[in-house]
């Protein structure tokens, strides 16, 4: 359960693009009958042409417990050209118990390659080191991805599947994909995630979660282009996981 809820967090708190210089957004995970998992908190700030994405999440309740204490931050700095966030580095910090794990990504836009040096420590003292090229180039990581959704997908109404790549998703070979859902269709996602005006999309994560080797994540994104709502689906055992949005501060 531990290694769970980076992808889902990720994917609810950047839906798409926040024309804002300072944005700050929090957001609660609650499973079935466990209740309340855990809380993420994202703030974005841009100056000029560059920005500075920071997500902090953590573990609570039960979570916590069996996660020995999980948090993570992820941190994404790069520029912005034609109002698309451009990556530059991204950086994953992990820690539970007395272990600590690091990535950093350096994307190199003119060799068209990205570069990733992995750090693992417990009790302080280095257990792993590693530095690869991967073998996929993108301008997006899976931060920027989801903020550049909104210029990336032109025509919002119209139903059918996108796949794009990010940096930070080698293990489904930096490949993410997003299903708009047809007219009729959205029905359905009315009943899931609550009438509004939204943009509803799934955004299929090939990555084993819980007991699902491919979880698809309903997501139901306001009128200013944050997530208010997702659920990802009938879990085996479990149910539906729900996050909900709590605050958003400018």
């Not at 204490?69 to 820690?95: A, F, L, P, Q, W």
């Not at 420590?121 to 997006?140: A, C, M, P, Q, W």
Request: charged letters at 30%.
């Amino acid at each position: 359960m531990k290694k769970r809820f980076i992808i889902l967090w990720i994917l609810i708190l950047f839906s798409s693009i926040v024309n804002a210089k300072v944005l700050d957004v929090k957001y609660k995970v609650s499973f079935g009958l466990f209740g309340q998992m855990g809380v993420a908190e994202a703030h974005l700030e841009t100056k000029g042409n560059r920005y500075t994405i920071d997500i902090g999440m953590k573990a609570t309740g039960l979570a916590k417990t069996l996660s020995k204490n999980r948090k993570e931050r992820h941190i994404s700095k790069g520029h912005i050209v034609n109002g698309m966030y451009i990556s530059d580095t991204y950086k994953v910090i992990k820690t539970y118990g007395e272990k600590y794990v690091e990535k950093i990504y350096h994307i190199d836009h003119q060799k068209k390659r990205v570069t990733k040096d992995y750090l693992k420590k417990k009790r302080d003292k280095i257990t792993g080191e590693e530095h690869t090229v991967l073998d996929f180039y993108s301008k997006n990581d899976l931060l920027t991805l989801y903020f550049n959704l909104s210029k990336m997908i032109k025509d919002k109404s119209k139903a059918g599947f996108y796949k794009f790549s990010a940096v930070g998703a080698e293990r489904q070979n930096g490949l993410v994909e997003v299903h708009i859902p047809s007219v009729s269709a959205v029905k359905i996602y009315e009943k899931t995630l609550g009438e509004g005006d939204y943009w509803y999309m799934t955004a299929i994560i090939y990555q084993k979660i819980f007991s699902s080797n491919k979880g698809e994540l309903m997501l139901a994104v306001g009128k200013d282009g944050i997530t208010q709502k997702a659920v990802l689906k009938d879990l085996i055992m479990f149910g539906d996981l729900v996050a909900e949005r709590i605050n958003q501060v400018f």
